[in-house]
Nanobody
Framework: QVRLVESGGGLVQAGGSLRLSCAAS????????MGWFRQAPGKEREFVAV????????NYAGSVKGRFTISREYAENTVYLQMNSLKPEDTAVYYC????????????????WGQGTQVTVSS
């Protein structure tokens, strides 16, 4: 497994931007597909974005497509989530995850999870 630590969350006004970071430990970072999920109070954890282990393929939830961008930096063992045009409904705890599968949206395909970072978007 790989250890994941998220950062970059915070409070932002609607229409603003944030960039989340997820630092991964271990030398096998490049072997994993990396994903972002989020969980709002009282709701199930939901898929946000995923990037393949080579960084060649990505997939996004419909609710964030065109506003969020996932990327990864192999030299830094880090995956990013750039979030633009934020909306109040984007408010949630955001989790980084690593999975051995390809570009998947299923939670069960990800075996390692970070502790989460809070994103709050005010109206």
């Amino acid at each position: 497994q790989v250890r994941l630590v998220e950062s970059g969350g915070g409070l932002v006004q609607a229409g603003g931007s944030l960039r989340l970071s997820c630092a991964a430990s271990g030398r096998t970072f490049g072997h994993y597909a990396m994903g972002w999920f989020r969980q709002a109070p009282g709701k199930e954890r939901e898929f946000v974005a995923v990037i393949s282990w080579r960084g060649m393929s990505t997939n996004y939830a419909g609710s964030v497509k065109g506003r969020f961008t996932i990327s990864r930096e192999y030299a830094e063992n880090t995956v990013y989530l750039q979030m633009n045009s934020l909306k109040p409904e984007d408010t949630a705890v955001y989790y980084c995850a690593a999975g051995a599968a390809g570009v998947t949206t299923r939670r069960e395909d990800f075996g390692s999870w970070g502790q989460g970072t809070q994103v709050t978007v005010s109206s």
